[in-house]
């Protein structure tokens, strides 16, 4: 393998050992190329061809950042699809209220959230199970396994609820 250095930078070449150049020669792999990229791998810029363009660390970014924004878009079609599956609407809590000042959310012990999803996973129960079992909604559930119960509004007689179901202590 010859070693070209361009600059201050290193250019490794498996292409021919007489010093000629890479002419059609990919930079990264060796492999003859009548039409080769310039792409930046690595740090280094390098002549590549059809098979080694995908090392581009240009390509890479525009990717993961395509894949970053699918995922996003994917998280907000499910959430939207769980609220219209449960009807989209806030009539439970405008027939039943949510006075969250008669129902204070107590303090609750550190880790709560795995706490409550172990023994909810430990009763064999998903969290549909559950939300159909104590009549409250998938959402306040979520909220309190990912640990953020105060955040979403839940109300201290669903801790209560849950650790009576679960036999678990949630509040401190």
């Known amino acids: 393998m010859s070693v070209l250095r361009i600059g201050h930078m290193a250019k490794y070449s498996t292409g021919d050992s007489t010093g000629g150049g890479d002419a059609g020669s990919c930079e990264?792999?060796?492999a003859s190329s009548g039409s080769l990229?310039?792409?930046?791998?690595?740090?280094?810029?390098?002549k590549v061809c059809a098979s080694c363009a995908p090392h581009d660390d240009a390509e890479k970014k525009r990717d993961g950042?395509?894949?970053?924004s699918d995922r996003?878009?994917?998280?907000?079609?499910?959430?939207?699809?769980?609220q219209d599956a449960q009807g989209g609407d806030s009539s439970r809590w405008e027939r039943e209220g949510t006075n969250y000042a008669d129902d204070p959310l107590p303090y609750l012990v550190s880790g709560?959230?795995?706490?409550?999803r172990e023994a909810r996973q430990d009763a064999g129960l998903q969290i549909h199970e559950l939300a159909e079992s104590l009549d409250v909604p998938e959402e306040q559930?979520?909220?309190?396994?990912?640990?953020?119960a105060a955040r979403?509004?839940?109300g201290g007689s669903l801790i209560a609820d849950i650790e009576s179901d679960l036999g678990i202590e949630l509040a401190e």
Do not use: N, P
């Open 112 to 116: 709560y959230g795995d706490r409550f």
């Open 72 to 82: 996003k878009k994917r998280a907000a079609r499910k959430v939207a699809e769980l």
């Open 65 to 68: 950042q395509s894949k970053e």
């Open 37 to 46: 990229k310039t792409a930046s791998i690595a740090g280094a810029t390098l």
């Open 141 to 148: 559930l979520m909220a309190v396994e990912q640990g953020r």
């Open 28 to 30: 990264l792999c060796g």
């Open 152 to 154: 979403a509004g839940v």
